[in-house]
């Protein structure tokens, strides 16, 4: 049987830098930074003073304040920009294509708000006053959940926790339901809420996050004086459609999606393995599923977190992969402008990495004002950079060893 052909035919976004995909766009291109200060906790107990926060969202836009109260915040995220999502694509779900449509949103953390707040419930009060929505409000699948009740997708229903590989597992898996003829379209992507108290001290506690307290320069990818990522949070969101489905409908077309590859390092359960081996095998894996060759790639949208190890393996694996080529590739980190949006960041860099491809444009990595010397390839610094764009290439790579990496191309 022929593999399927895959199109992205619908996005959505919540993010720090824009409440919908083509706002946190231009902000992305006009190299406008959602990071400021630590505001959702009391910066004066972490040594991180700043965070990616989503700004004037709310949920009441798109369920009734009753049902809201029934979810967690990174469940609201993932609904938002899966509303705004389906209506880009003008999909319609009915009773008779239902079950050939599915949900597949990845998160890292899942509901991390719910459970402090109900574990302190518990301990103050007892079990009689926790929350009976507790479970259900907390478990990473309910984002996939709550938008398949909400849409009324029947299909394939599913949530990948990959860490900060999760949103990229979610769609690449997706991809590959729908290529082998399991579903006609998914509504997939990945949503984080992780700035709460605990998910702040555990990344302090393993100093992860960037100390710098000036939000204009905290989140500095490739920069010899990274010192951690910025915590984030929001939601992106893709239709993948069967080509043929969308044709039949008459659906816009942003790309195809052509590759995926997924690995695991074996190596540690936060560092990436030397010389990031793990990530060039996604990479390479993602490039063979595609059927393109390294010089085939014009833009790669990296993992890129600001941290000192994730930055050089990156660099290192995409030598590796891209041998001579790499040189002459557009490399981003959007990640500068938006923080790291853990289990979310690669449903939302999927997005740009479309719309790079849309609009003809590489968007930049700011704040790269001292290269370092062992990551020396073009990382776009500052300003975004207009170009042709046929194939391009998003990595993520998460705490475990987990891998991953997507591959979209101009659709002909």
């Not at 630590?38 to 972490?46: G, M």
């Not at 050939?100 to 990845?106: A, D, K, L, N, P």
């Not at 000036?214 to 459609?241: C, K, Q, W, Y």
């Not at 190596?267 to 390479?284: D, S, V």
């Amino acid at each position: 049987m022929m593999n399927r052909r895959v199109v992205v035919t619908g996005i959505g976004a919540i993010t720090p830098v824009g409440n919908d995909a083509e706002t946190a766009w231009s902000s992305i291109l006009e190299g406008k930074s959602g990071i400021g200060p630590l505001t959702r906790q009391n910066a004066d107990e972490y040594p991180a003073k700043v965070a990616a926060e989503v700004k004037d969202f709310d949920i009441e836009e798109y369920v009734n304040k009753k049902e809201a109260r029934k979810m967690d915040r990174f469940t609201h995220y993932a609904i938002a920009a899966s509303v705004m999502a389906l209506k880009d694509s003008n999909l319609e779900i009915t009773d008779e294509n239902a079950g050939r449509i599915g949900v597949w949103i990845g998160s890292g953390i899942g509901g991390m708000e719910t459970f402090e707040q109900q574990h302190e419930t518990f301990l103050n009060r007892g079990y009689k006053r926790v929350s009976p929505f507790f479970v259900p409000m907390m478990i990473p699948d309910m984002a996939s959940g709550q938008v398949s009740i909400l849409l009324g997708a029947k299909g394939i229903n599913s949530c990948t926790v990959t860490a900060c590989a999760s949103g990229t597992n979610s769609i690449g898996d997706s991809f590959k339901a729908i290529q082998r003829g399991d579903a006609d379209a998914m509504i997939t992507g990945g949503a984080e809420a992780p700035i709460t108290k605990m998910a702040m001290a555990g990344f302090s506690a393993n100093t992860a996050l960037s100390t710098n307290p000036d939000p204009l320069t905290a989140s500095r990818p490739f920069d010899m004086n990274r010192d951690g990522f910025v915590i984030g949070e929001g939601s992106g969101i893709l239709i993948l459609e069967e080509l043929e489905h969308a044709l039949a409908r008459g659906a816009k077309i942003y790309a195809e999606i052509v590759g995926y590859g997924s690995t695991g390092d074996a190596y540690h359960i936060t560092a990436p393995a030397p010389g990031g081996e793990g990530g060039a095998r996604a990479m390479q894996m993602a490039l063979d599923d595609a059927g393109l060759k390294p010089e085939e790639v014009q833009y790669i949208n990296a993992h890129g977190t600001s941290t000192p190890y994730n930055d050089k393996y990156e660099t290192m694996a995409i030598k590796e992969v891209f041998g001579e080529h790499a040189a002459k590739i557009g490399i981003s980190s959007t990640k500068s402008m938006t923080g790291h949006l853990l289990g979310a960041a690669g449903g939302v860099e999927a997005v740009f990495t479309i719309l790079s491809i849309r609009d003809a444009i590489m968007p930049p990595t700011i704040n790269l004002a001292d290269p370092d010397p062992e990551c020396d390839l073009d990382y776009i610094p500052n300003k975004a950079r207009k170009g042709e764009i046929q194939a391009a290439v998003s990595n993520s790579l998460g705490f475990g060893g987990h891998n991953a990496t997507i591959v979209f191309t101009k659709y002909q």
